[in-house]
C-alpha cells in the first residue's frame, strides 16, 4: 500500500481457491435453501399443471376440470406453476472504510465471501447476476450472466479492485442512483455496505 491508494484485498487468494472453499464449506448446505428456478402458483394460463383444488370466489371459471368436479360434485379448478428466472444485482461499496474490520477480518474480505456464496447459490439454479462496484465514484458495472465463469469473474474483480483514492468522500447516493439506471427489469438487489456515508445517500432515484 503507498500513500495514494489501499492495496488489493488479497495478493495470495485466487477467484478458484475462493469458490472451491466456499462450496465446500458453505454451499453444499444452503444449495436446498434457495432455488432459482423457483415455482409461483398462480391462476390463469401457466406453463405446467401443478394441482387441483376446490373452487373459490373469484377462480376463473376457465380452469374448472368439469371430470373432478362431476366425482367430486362439486367445483375443483386446476392450478398452474410458471417457471422463473431471476436476476439479482450486487451493489458493493469498495470504499476506503471497508478495507477495515476486527480481528484482522477486513470488511472487504466479508463482501467477498458473501457476493461468492450468494453468486453460486444463485448461478448453480441458472439465474443471472450482475454487480455495480463502487469506490468514490461508480467505478464498473458487470453486466448480469449466469454460470460459474460469472462467479469467477465477479471474485476477480473484487480481489483487483479500482484504486480508491485517499481522502474521498463516499456517496452511495451515486451507487443506488447507478443501479436504478442499469436495472431493465425487476431484480433481487443486494445491497453490500458498512453504509458510512455522506449525508443524504437516501436521496438517490
Known amino acids: 500500500m503507498n500513500d495514494q491508494t489501499v492495496a488489493p484485498l488479497s495478493e495470495q487468494a485466487t477467484p478458484e481457491r475462493i469458490l472451491h472453499r466456499l462450496d465446500w ?9 434457495l432455488q432459482g428456478d423457483y415455482h409461483t402458483l398462480f391462476y390463469g394460463t401457466g406453463l405446467d399443471f401443478a394441482d387441483l383444488r376446490e373452487y373459490q370466489a373469484r377462480d ?3 380452469h374448472i376440470d368439469w371430470n373432478v368436479t362431476a366425482r367430486m360434485d362439486s367445483p375443483y379448478v386446476r ?11 450486487f451493489l458493493l461499496d469498495l470504499s476506503l472504510s471497508m478495507g477495515f474490520g476486527a480481528e484482522g477480518r ?5 463482501l467477498v465471501d458473501f457476493v461468492a456464496t450468494m453468486a453460486r447459490l444463485l448461478t448453480r439454479s441458472g439465474n443471472r447476476v450482475g454487480a455495480i462496484l463502487y469506490t468514490n465514484r461508480v467505478a464498473q458495472t458487470i453486466p448480469p450472466r ?3 465463469n460469472q462467479v469467477l469473474r465477479l471474485i476477480r474483480e473484487l480481489l483487483q479492485p ?4 485517499l481522502g474521498a468522500a463516499t456517496d452511495l447516493g451515486l451507487l443506488l442512483t447507478a443501479a436504478l439506471n442499469a436495472l431493465k427489469r425487476r431484480s433481487l438487489v443486494f445491497v453490500v455496505s458498512d453504509f458510512m456515508s455522506e449525508p443524504g445517500f437516501g436521496n438517490g432515484r
Do not use: M, Y
Not at 464449506?25 to 435453501?33: A, I, K
Not at 392450478?79 to 444485482?89: G, I
Open 25 to 33: 464449506r458453505v454451499v453444499r448446505r444452503l444449495d436446498g435453501l
Open 60 to 62: 376463473d371459471i376457465r
Open 79 to 89: 392450478q398452474f406453476v410458471e417457471e422463473r428466472d431471476l436476476t439479482a444485482w
Open 106 to 110: 477486513p470488511k472487504e474480505q466479508v
Open 146 to 148: 449466469s454460470g460459474r
Open 162 to 165: 479500482p484504486e480508491r483514492p
